[in-house]
C-alpha cells in the first residue's frame, strides 16, 4: 500500500464511506491510474475520462471486498465489487479485469507508485474466488 499518513487513511476512508456505509477498511491504493476500455471494432484500447487513485477496500455487507477509482477528471468515480464474476489478468505494468457485463477494461497501474508482486495477486485471486472476509 502507498504511504498514507493515519490522518490521510481516515480522511480517505471517510471520503469512500460517503458513497459506501459498509466499507469498514482501505486494503491498498495507488496514486494514480488511468482506465481504458477495449474497442472491438477498431480493436484498440481506448482511454476514458478516469484517472485518479485507485482504492481496494473491505466491506462488511456482500460482496465483501470492491474497488473505486476517485476521477480527478470529472465527478464520475469507477465502482467495482469484487465478486465471481470479475475475472482479473496482471501484465505488469497493467491489471486487466472483466466484469459481469463483459466489458473490458484496463487500469493503467503506474509501477513507481505500486508495486504488484506475485503474492499480492494471490491475496486479490484469494479474495475474489469465494473468501467470505
Same mark, same amino acid.
Given at each position: 500500500?502507498?504511504?498514507?499518513?493515519?490522518?490521510?487513511?481516515?480522511?480517505?476512508?471517510?471520503? $469512500?464511506?460517503? =458513497?459506501?456505509?459498509?466499507?469498514?477498511?482501505?486494503? %491498498? !491504493?495507488?496514486? @494514480?491510474?488511468?482506465?481504458?476500455?477495449?474497442?472491438?471494432?477498431?480493436?484498440?484500447?481506448?482511454?476514458?475520462?478516469?484517472?485518479?487513485?485507485?482504492?481496494?477496500?473491505?466491506?462488511?455487507?456482500?460482496?465483501?471486498?470492491?474497488?473505486?477509482?476517485?476521477?480527478? $477528471?470529472?465527478? =464520475?468515480?469507477?465502482?467495482?465489487?469484487?465478486?465471481? %464474476? !470479475?475475472?482479473? @489478468?496482471?501484465?505488469?505494468?497493467?491489471?486487466?479485469?472483466?466484469?459481469?457485463?463483459?466489458?473490458?477494461?484496463?487500469?493503467?497501474?503506474?509501477?513507481?507508485?505500486?508495486?504488484?508482486?506475485?503474492?499480492?495477486?494471490?491475496?486479490?485471486?484469494?479474495?475474489?474466488?469465494?473468501?467470505?472476509?
Amino acid at each position: 500500500m502507498e504511504s498514507l499518513s493515519r490522518a490521510g487513511q481516515e480522511m480517505s476512508l471517510a471520503a $469512500l464511506k460517503q =458513497h459506501d456505509p459498509y466499507i469498514t477498511s482501505i486494503a %491498498d !491504493l495507488t496514486g @494514480q491510474v488511468a482506465l481504458y476500455t477495449f474497442c472491438p471494432k477498431a480493436n484498440q484500447w481506448e482511454k476514458t475520462d478516469i484517472e485518479g487513485t485507485l482504492f481496494v477496500y473491505r466491506r462488511s455487507a456482500s460482496p465483501y471486498h470492491g474497488f473505486t477509482i476517485v476521477n480527478r $477528471l470529472n465527478m =464520475h468515480n469507477l465502482v467495482e465489487p469484487v465478486n465471481k %464474476d !470479475l475475472e482479473f @489478468q496482471l501484465h505488469e505494468p497493467f491489471l486487466l479485469y472483466r466484469n459481469a457485463s463483459c466489458e473490458y477494461l484496463i487500469c493503467l497501474l503506474q509501477i513507481i507508485y505500486l508495486q504488484l508482486k506475485l503474492s499480492d495477486f494471490s491475496f486479490y485471486q484469494h479474495i475474489i474466488l469465494g473468501d467470505s472476509r
